[in-house]
């Protein structure tokens, strides 16, 4: 129901759009984040995007190198990442939850029900 693609190998200083495309969900409804795991490490939260797209929420990290706009025309999340650094290298998933506010955005992992599959971001030095 959520499909993420778009990673690749990248180096240093490049850039990379992952897509995140919806589909059996009432998508407009939903809040969309976007997610990372590196190997040995836990999910954490990088970017997410209220359901009517009026408000995004960034982890520090990810402030002033991503974006996170969504198209709700076209069921689809995007994250937009430059100036992309070698500590960036993990495993991207989307995520998404029904939401009745339309400014909320959960950094919380657990409050996500819906994940894709998850794409592999490889930033090297």
């Known amino acids: 129901q959520l499909q993420a693609s778009g990673g690749g190998l990248v180096q240093a200083g490049g850039s990379l759009r992952l897509s995140c495309a919806a589909s059996?969900?009432?998508?407009?409804?939903?809040?969309v984040g976007w997610f990372r795991q590196a190997p040995g490490e836990e999910r954490t939260f990088v970017a997410g995007?209220?359901?009517?797209?009026?408000?995004?929420n960034y982890a520090d990290s990810a402030k002033e190198r991503f974006t996170i706009p969504r198209d709700n025309a076209k069921n689809m999340v995007y994250l937009q990442m430059n100036s992309l650094k070698p500590e960036d290298t993990a495993v991207y998933y989307c995520?998404?939850?029904?939401?009745?506010?339309?400014?909320?955005?959960?950094?919380?992992?657990?409050?996500?029900?819906?994940w894709g599959q998850g794409t592999q971001v490889t930033v090297s030095s």
């Open positions: 059996g969900l009432p998508f407009s409804g939903h809040a």
């Open positions: 995007i209220s359901r009517s797209g009026s408000s995004t």
């Open positions: 995520a998404s939850h029904s939401s009745f506010s339309t400014i909320r955005v959960s950094t919380t992992l657990n409050r996500y029900d819906y």
